[in-house]
């Protein structure tokens, strides 16, 4: 593994010390499953210095010095709070060219759909919205799956749903559908569903017309805590079983990145890129090897249907 600074003053101080440690679980969860699933990857650190703009700095530099054939963010933000006044939603389409250069140079890009259903909870009372960068166009999506293995006498099977939001722990695959971003061709091509119509958005005080937005997220891997992974904290195991979609979304890289090396070998004369779109080919044209889910109730959970291959 090596580690990376782009901006080159990533300090730590007394007052964001406790943000760093926190991040550090979520770090070493990223790597150690990463590396689980793709055992022979170089995996590069990039650190930043903010959870903010310098995140973007961080994957633009990734791009350009084409330092990764697949990036893992297992960070977000609610895609809501760029229209909660002062007005920044632009900043989106900013980010957009980053990841729009990453897909143009055939660079995949992973991304955290959130564990928190379909809602925003930073604010009161809670309301919709999908988790950017998730919801780029540009960005495979990675929602989440609750995962168990049926062992009998006889054989063992695999039961496998959508982590589902529950409204006492407020946890739950994140999805819905962007405020910003029009559906994906690959989206448009295969007819996703859209369970809500009209999803009223309180801080713009109207009914977004969700039809032929983007649907978040694409693909879904295990996230669900209870049916999630150990993981070795200093050395120790740690006593926590650990998930969330920051756990799905390393797992589908570095499962990605697997098949990329039996596919292509360590050249980088093709790859396979933006992971999405070549699932929706595959589904369009093979929907017998995908199964895929909604909402197990109507009025939680995430919005869109996930397409999970059949491995």
């Known amino acids: 593994m090596h580690n990376h600074l782009p901006n080159r003053y990533a300090v730590l101080t007394s007052s964001d010390l406790s943000t760093a440690e926190g991040w550090s679980y979520e770090t070493a969860l990223d790597i150690e499953y990463a590396h689980t699933m793709a055992p022979g990857a170089k995996i590069l650190l990039v650190i930043s210095p903010t959870s903010g703009d310098d995140l973007f700095t961080d994957i633009e530099y990734v791009v350009a010095h084409h330092l990764a054939n697949f990036i893992s963010l297992s960070w977000a933000s609610p895609e809501d709070a760029y229209y909660i006044p002062p007005v920044s939603y632009n900043l989106l389409y900013g980010y957009d060219e980053i990841f729009m250069q990453a897909a143009a ?5 992973f991304a955290a759909a959130g564990d928190w259903g379909a809602f925003d909870l930073f604010v009161s009372p809670i309301e919709p919205s999908v988790w950017y960068p998730a919801s780029d166009p540009w960005v495979t999506g990675v929602g989440g799956t609750t995962l168990y293995g049926n062992i009998t006498n006889i054989m063992t099977g695999r039961v496998e749903y959508a982590w ?6 407020m ?48 693909i879904a891997a295990d996230a669900d805590p209870y049916t999630g992974v150990l993981l070795i904290i200093n050395g120790e195991l740690s006593p926590y079983i650990w998930g969330g979609t920051s756990l799905a979304t390393p797992l589908s890289a570095g499962m990605t990145t697997t098949i990329q090396s039996y596919l292509y070998g360590t ?45």
């Open 105 to 109: 140079e055939g660079i995949g890009v």
């Open 171 to 218: 946890w739950g695959s994140g999805g819905g559908y962007s405020f910003a971003f029009n559906e994906t061709p690959g989206q448009e091509m295969i007819h996703i569903v859209y369970e809500r119509t009209f999803v009223y958005e309180p801080d713009l005080g109207v009914y977004f017309y969700t039809v032929e937005h983007r649907g978040v997220p694409d």
């Open 164 to 169: 589902d939001w529950n409204s006492h722990y």
């Open 267 to 311: 050249g980088i004369d093709y790859t396979i890129g933006d992971l999405a779109p070549n699932l929706y080919l595959l589904y369009y044209y093979h929907p017998s090897q995908f199964y895929a889910w909604g909402s197990a109730y109507q009025l939680v959970g995430s919005l869109v249907e996930y397409l999970v291959p059949c491995l």
